[in-house]
């Protein structure tokens, strides 16, 4: 069945250092993959997206690469900040709208350390 | 993020009683989702709906019963709670070319 596996579980870094976590996706029909960042206790947030028709995407101190042959997506975050440190989940669809169900990554948890 | 709301956001139940947990959204998104949220398994999907009337299955639906009679709410009801749906459940919402938006959520414990 369709499966989304997601590396590290957690991911210790020094502040001011980058933080990359790795998914890999299994149905090759996915083509849309947003990450969530969950701070404790609170919702999902969506923080970045990605479409199958572009190889990388970024906004500020987030990035997202897509290799679609491989069927891995990454999360790049630079310069880290204590206030990054949250679970993050990666998620894969068929919808290219992002409105087809998201089959979801078990999590990152990440400590940013001051 | 005010859009979307769950009541009750606690919930402490017995084995074998119903409950219904309620989600409503203020955007009038066509699609509206359910997850439940585990330690080591991250968010499953229970079920979804993809306008009025119409709901389809999603990775975990037994126990679960949904309906969508209007746009704006989802409920979702466990008909006779165990205690492996001890959970914390999210609503989720989106609209076409856009994100799913989540509820706060409702943490659920059946003793």
């Known amino acids: 069945g369709e499966n989304v596996e997601q590396h590290p579980s957690t991911l210790s870094v020094q502040e001011g250092d980058s933080a990359v976590i790795k998914c890999t996706y299994s149905d090759s029909a996915s083509n849309y993959f947003p990450w969530y960042k969950q701070e404790l206790g609170k919702r999902p947030q969506l923080i970045i997206d990605i479409r199958s028709n572009v190889g990388e995407k970024k906004d500020q101190r987030i990035a997202v690469t897509l290799n679609k042959t491989a069927k891995h997506f990454s999360l790049h975050i630079t310069e880290t900040q204590p206030e990054d440190s949250a679970v993050y989940f990666c998620?894969?669809?068929?919808?290219?709208?992002?409105?087809?169900?998201?089959?979801f990554g078990t999590g990152t948890r990440l400590k940013v350390l001051a | 993020d005010a859009g979307i709301t769950q009541s009750p956001r606690y919930k402490i139940t017995e084995t074998g009683r119903q409950v219904t947990l309620m989600c409503h959204q203020t955007w009038s998104h066509s699609y509206m989702f359910w997850y439940r949220q585990d330690l080591g398994h991250g968010l499953r999907l229970i079920y979804y709906?993809?306008?009025?009337?119409?709901?389809d299955k999603g990775e975990v639906p037994d126990g679960y019963v949904v309906s969508r009679s209007k746009t704006e709410n989802f409920p979702l009801t466990l008909e006779s709670a165990t205690r492996s749906q001890t959970s914390v459940y999210f609503c989720a919402s989106s609209e076409s070319r856009k994100g799913q938006y989540f509820g706060p959520g409702t943490r659920l414990t059946v003793t």
């Open positions: 709906s993809a306008a009025a009337d119409i709901t």
């Open positions: 998620a894969a669809s068929k919808g290219a709208s992002g409105t087809y169900k998201y089959i």
